[in-house]
């Protein structure tokens, strides 16, 4: 039976083992160690903690009773707590940190939506609060996302393109003033106060747990976060224009945030490994945001971006354009048409440079002009996704008229895009551009456009109308 003792006894009782029995033996704590205390830490692991008689249960008045080795419960707690600090303690610090650095990453990534959060918080820069979530707003590749912000999907297209060059930039010029700061000095702050100093010093809209994040990696490094700040900075330019290409040609917010990511992690992988190489891509992540990457998608009232440098067409790996300055450029034309005299003829007109297609519907009942423009002057070749646009002025007539872009692949499969438009274009007043966006894996054989008008959306008597093109664009 165990006797009673004074806690006061030298040499005798210092671990509660009824409270060592409450405490959890998962590893959450961080603590950034000199070599001389590491060392002095490893020997009390290894022959101290073992030492039984420091082991005991506090009865009250100052006494305690010793915990002998045939109490199976409180002995059995005792030989937890002594594998516990031993593994915490005598694991070699350089095998463990990448494990601890993930635990912290996704507690930070696991502090709750972004129900609450407020417009204001996604400001000029870093914010506290809460990751904003993604917006389900997605660029088709026809659809004005916005028609408050931009007049057409063309304008989005420009903006977007415009917003994808800032975005990387803002980032690169982020990373610079963060490597100016004293990472020595301000590593000694708390975790709040880090925080704190990022947000204040970044332009990019980042909230508070995603910064923290990153906070908690700074502590494998000891502080010294040139390296990999450095690192990230150099894989930043040299893969700047795959970021931009990543932002602008992605369908949504969440493919945007993985490719772009994949980019950098990539180029990263290339420069660095180990502990570097994980807090860089930490520090990448915090700035693909969604708080920042939104505003590709939604668009923003609140800011005029500088016009791109960039050329965004050269993101689809390559291009094939018609603009129709010297001729026909290999179109062919089939008339289509049914019903009565209804005819379908085109031209090219020199004097304007330009194709301009005439059609013809006649008065009878199922009637339809149908000119189907054909383009087979390209060897057929494999693609991943691709990208038709024709941009055209008409009808001429301000009466509904029915655009098709139209991409046949090898296997005789077809994807197309109609646009329905009655504006009054041709002549030069008004542009008009019907856009196709896919992501077959396919070898194009050919690429079509079709101008349809038919009796039965427009039961009107019978038609003459003209539409001139200006230019097609096949990206892929």
């Not at 080795?69 to 610090?93: A, C, H, P, S, Y």
């Not at 297209?157 to 982020?174: N, P, S, T």
């Not at 894989?235 to 772009?260: E, F, H, M, R």
Request: hydrophobic share 40%; with cysteine; aromatic share 8%.
């Amino acid at each position: 039976m165990s006797q009673q003792r004074a806690i006061s006894r030298a040499n005798g009782f210092v671990h509660d083992v009824e409270k060592l029995s409450d405490l959890s033996v998962a590893p959450v704590h961080i603590r950034v160690l000199s070599d001389r205390s590491l060392y002095i830490l490893q020997n009390l692991a290894e022959l101290d903690v073992a030492f039984l008689s420091r082991y005991g249960q506090i009865i009250g008045n100052g006494q305690y009773l010793p915990v002998l080795e045939d109490d199976e419960i409180l002995f059995g707690v005792v030989n937890d707590t002594v594998d516990t600090v031993r593994k915490d303690i005598m694991t070699d610090v350089n095998d463990g940190l990448l494990a601890i650095a993930n635990a912290i990453v996704n507690l930070a990534n696991s502090q709750g939506d972004c129900d609450t959060c407020q417009v204001a918080q996604c400001g000029s820069g870093g914010a506290t609060g809460t990751a904003g979530q993604a917006t389900t707003v997605t660029d088709d590749g026809v659809t004005n996302p916005n028609p408050v912000l931009f007049p057409g999907y063309e304008e989005y297209d420009v903006f977007k393109c415009d917003l994808a060059e800032y975005i990387v930039e803002q980032i690169q010029a982020d990373v610079d003033k963060l490597l100016d700061l004293n990472w020595s000095a301000i590593t000694f702050y708390g975790v709040l106060e880090l925080v704190a100093i990022i947000a204040a010093t970044v332009a990019t809209p980042i909230f508070g747990d995603e910064i923290l994040a990153v906070v908690g990696s700074i502590a494998l490094v000891s502080g010294a976060m040139n390296g990999p700040l450095g690192e990230l900075d150099t894989a930043l330019t040299n893969v700047s224009s795959g970021i931009i290409c990543a932002l602008y040609t992605a369908p949504d917010v969440q493919t945007a945030k993985a490719n772009a990511k994949t980019a950098i992690f990539q180029e990263l992988e290339s420069l660095t490994s180990g502990v570097t190489l994980f807090v860089a891509k930490q520090m990448a992540a915090m700035f693909l945001s969604f708080a920042s990457l939104n505003r590709l998608f939604e668009g923003d009232e609140t800011k005029v971006y500088p016009t791109s440098a960039f050329d965004c067409s050269t993101c689809f790996g390559g291009s094939l354009s018609w603009n129709f300055s010297s001729g026909l450029s290999s179109w062919t034309l089939t008339d289509n048409s049914s019903g009565g005299d209804s005819d379908a003829t085109g031209f090219w007109t020199g004097i304007d440079e330009t194709v301009q297609s005439s059609l013809h519907v006649d008065n009878v009942a199922l009637a339809g002009a149908i000119a189907t423009w054909r383009q087979t002057s390209f060897t057929p070749f494999a693609v991943s996704g691709a990208r038709l646009s024709f941009r055209h002025n008409g009808p001429s007539d301000s009466i509904n008229t029915r655009f098709t872009v139209r991409i046949i692949y090898t296997d005789a499969s077809i994807e197309e895009q109609n646009e329905e438009t009655s504006e009054r274009g041709a002549g030069g007043s008004l542009i008009h551009t019907v856009t196709l966006v896919t992501s077959t894996a396919k070898t194009i054989d050919h690429i079509e456009i079709e101008i349809a008008r038919t009796h039965s959306l427009n039961p009107e008597p019978e038609w003459n109308f003209n539409v001139d093109f200006d230019d097609v664009l096949l990206e892929w």
